[in-house]
């Protein structure tokens, strides 16, 4: 029981970090693409792409900047 | 006739050459001290840094299969095609914390599959079995489904015979060589392999987009192509848009197969080769640039359309292969040297995932089946060994699978594999969170999301190919009794069934008081890293990555 005793203060910091309210971005790019209101229909076309193809490509940057943005805010800081 | 077709065989042929040689080679690649361990020859040693698994995983995700069937669903069925975008893009946050919890508490314990870690975590052997069998089933037809992307590129450069087993050798060789190196060099084989297959595709979809449109009179009239195409079609259900009735199955299945993908064995091998945490965060935003790339590959579809191409004739008489939609493309609008790289792409792309694919189906099977059952002391080295033996086997039944069936049962499996590998969701992706669920819950869930699942797919017709049952997954709402004509992804339906099942079995089973076993980790194992110490030590890896610069 006793040897377990170091690491709290390790666990306690890094049980912060994963329940970091950042988190709660990721739920942007999970729900959003799923909307099909938002992109199923032709107009406006961008380069002869009509909205439905342009804006789901489009959710790709919306997904990598969500996903960036939270590992840069929830990075370990210090310890490496 | 093949001859027509030499200067593509012989770039096809070279290329891939190269990269069988780059697989025996790459044994020796970052080479550990000692291969017999099942963490060096099945997860390469669990020290993939960031560009290596971006490759492997990327490499193992989208694998040829997907870049001939998803612009052939587009050339025939249009914007439905479309649903592999969101599918790829939802993924990657919706697993950006799950696997990190599933790479620490791996790493702590040194688990090496999804089954290692439901026995420890909840105590039953009996669960683990089904987990792994599940994986087992999912991932077989998937493998088989990597020599129809080859099959379809051969087909187009005139490569037939007319006995099955003449036409099909080149498909025996190849994947010959490819178990012949993947059990000489395990995962590092497709690991290094992986560069070079997506540096192909990335380069030959760069110019498809940028010299296909620009042949084909630009992309407004590519899309005005397909719109006449699908406006003249009798089918109410193809389109350049969705239409009412398709958008909840579209949903669904992108959402359906997003959770699915990372329960897949093969994904899970990838991710737990990789060094640490940050590896995986850093490539949860990296890896949608394969996304972009399916995203372009899956309007190949309609430059096909656009350019007139018609898809060869499949095996029975009066029927098309639709699958050879891309290749017939390639082979009409470029040079025949570049088809020739675009092929190779294609034909290296199904070895990457073949590979990986074969090797963790050989791990589930070594550590949850053979150590379980057959033999409980079996050493690192028996373990390595019998991987290795069971991964030549999983590749003979691939072959025998194309060779001696309907490549269609392969699809139908494979469809099926989507749904039933879903199943494990509870078990497996909830367990990295919850111990709530008891394991005979878990089970009694399990049967239920099966059972149901099987059942649905079963329903369904596909009235193009003239098929009553397994006819594709998108389910009648009107067969529950609903009003309506909308469609919904099978495997969405089995898994929440699966989940109420689970729940309500849970309650009843603690009340009834049966004992729920042992959970063998502690809520510390989710958050463990690179260096913390492990439960279950390694083949001397810490001797070795302490050798590694620390950057």
């Known amino acids: 029981m006793t040897a377990a005793e170091p690491e709290t203060p390790r666990t306690a910091s890094s049980r912060a970090k994963d329940h970091s309210p950042w988190n709660w971005l990721l739920f942007i790019p999970i729900v959003v693409p799923l909307i099909p209101v938002f992109f199923n229909a032709d107009s406006p076309r961008l380069f002869g792409f009509p909205r439905f193809y342009w804006l789901q490509l489009v959710w790709i940057l919306l997904g990598v900047a969500t996903t960036t943005l939270v590992y840069q805010m929830t990075k370990k800081r210090g310890d490496h | 006739m093949w001859r027509d077709h030499l200067t593509e065989i012989i770039v096809f042929s070279a290329l891939f050459l190269l990269v069988s040689g780059m697989g025996f080679v790459a044994a020796r690649w970052r080479a550990p001290k000692d291969m017999a361990h099942l963490d060096e020859w099945g997860l390469g040693g669990r020290s993939f840094g960031g560009w290596i698994t971006w490759f492997l995983v990327g490499g193992d995700l989208y694998t040829a299969y997907t870049f001939v069937a998803v612009p052939a669903l587009m050339f025939g069925a249009g914007a439905a095609g479309f649903f592999a975008v969101p599918y790829t893009i939802v993924i990657y946050p919706l697993v950006f914390l799950v696997l990190c919890r599933l790479w620490s508490v791996s790493h702590r314990h040194g688990f090496v599959t999804p089954a290692d870690f439901v026995r420890r975590r909840f105590d039953s052997p009996v669960l683990a079995l089904l987990i792994a069998i599940t994986g087992i089933v999912a991932t077989m037809p998937y493998i088989a489904l990597q020599l129809v992307g080859i099959e379809a590129v051969l087909k187009t450069m005139g490569v037939t015979g007319d006995s099955a087993v003449a036409r099909h050798l080149p498909i025996i060789i190849a994947f010959a060589i490819l178990a012949a190196y993947t059990y000489q060099s395990g995962l590092r084989a497709p690991a290094l392999i992986a560069f070079v297959k997506d540096t192909l595709i990335y380069i030959v979809i760069l110019v498809a987009v940028i010299y296909l449109p620009y042949k084909l009179g630009g992309w407004g009239s590519i899309f005005d192509a397909a719109d006449a195409k699908f406006a003249a079609s009798p089918n109410p259900n193809d389109g350049i848009l969705l239409n009412a009735n398709n958008q909840l199955q579209y949903v669904t299945l992108a959402f359906g197969s997003a959770?699915?993908?990372?329960?897949?064995?093969?994904?899970?091998?990838?991710?737990?080769?990789?060094?640490?945490?940050?590896?995986?965060?850093?490539?949860?935003?990296?890896?949608?640039?394969?996304?972009?790339?399916?995203?372009?590959?899956?309007?190949?579809?309609?430059?096909?359309?656009?350019?007139?191409?018609?898809?060869?004739?499949?095996?029975?008489?009066?029927?098309?292969?639709?699958?050879?939609?891309?290749?017939?493309?390639?082979?009409?609008?470029?040079?025949?040297?570049?088809?020739?790289?675009?092929?190779?792409?294609?034909?290296?792309?199904?070895?990457?995932?073949?590979?990986?694919?074969?090797?963790?189906?050989?791990?589930?099977?070594?550590?949850?089946?053979?150590?379980?059952?057959?033999?409980?002391?079996?050493?690192?080295?028996?373990?390595?060994?019998?991987?290795?033996?069971?991964?030549?086997?999983?590749?003979?039944?691939?072959?025998?699978?194309?060779?001696?069936?309907?490549?269609?049962?392969?699809?139908?499996?494979?469809?099926?594999?989507?749904?039933?590998?879903?199943?494990?969701?509870?078990?497996?992706?909830?367990?990295?969170?919850?111990?709530?669920?008891?394991?005979?819950?878990?089970i009694a869930g399990w049967v239920a999301g099966m059972g149901l699942g099987m059942w649905m797919l079963y329903q369904i017709p596909n009235p193009a190919s003239k098929r009553a049952h397994f006819g594709g997954s998108a389910f009648p709402l009107s067969e529950f009794g609903f009003d309506t004509k909308k469609t919904i992804y099978v495997g969405i339906v089995a898994v929440l069934v699966n989940l109420v099942v689970a729940a309500l079995v849970t309650l009843a089973l603690r009340a009834a008081k049966v004992a729920e076993g042992v959970d063998g980790t502690t809520p510390d194992d989710y958050f463990a890293d690179e260096g913390d110490p492990r439960v279950t030590p390694g083949p001397d890896r810490d001797a070795d990555s302490a050798r590694e610069p620390v950057a």
């Open chain 2, 259 to 442: 959770l699915a993908l990372f329960l897949y064995p093969h994904s899970i091998t990838g991710v737990l080769a990789s060094r640490n945490r940050d590896v995986i965060k850093r490539n949860m935003s990296a890896l949608p640039a394969y996304s972009l790339l399916l995203g372009l590959i899956a309007l190949l579809g309609f430059m096909a359309i656009a350019a007139g191409v018609k898809p060869l004739p499949g095996a029975k008489e009066g029927t098309v292969d639709s699958n050879t939609v891309v290749p017939v493309l390639f082979d009409q609008q470029f040079p025949d040297w570049f088809a020739g790289v675009a092929y190779a792409a294609i034909g290296i792309g199904a070895l990457v995932p073949a590979a990986i694919m074969s090797i963790a189906a050989a791990n589930l099977f070594t550590r949850n089946i053979y150590k379980e059952y057959l033999k409980r002391d079996a050493s690192p080295a028996q373990e390595a060994n019998v991987s290795k033996i069971t991964s030549l086997v999983v590749k003979v039944g691939a072959v025998a699978c194309i060779v001696f069936l309907d490549p269609q049962f392969s699809i139908d499996l494979q469809l099926i594999g989507g749904v039933i590998i879903l199943q494990t969701l509870p078990a497996v992706a909830l367990g990295l969170y919850t111990r709530w669920f008891h394991r005979g819950a878990l």
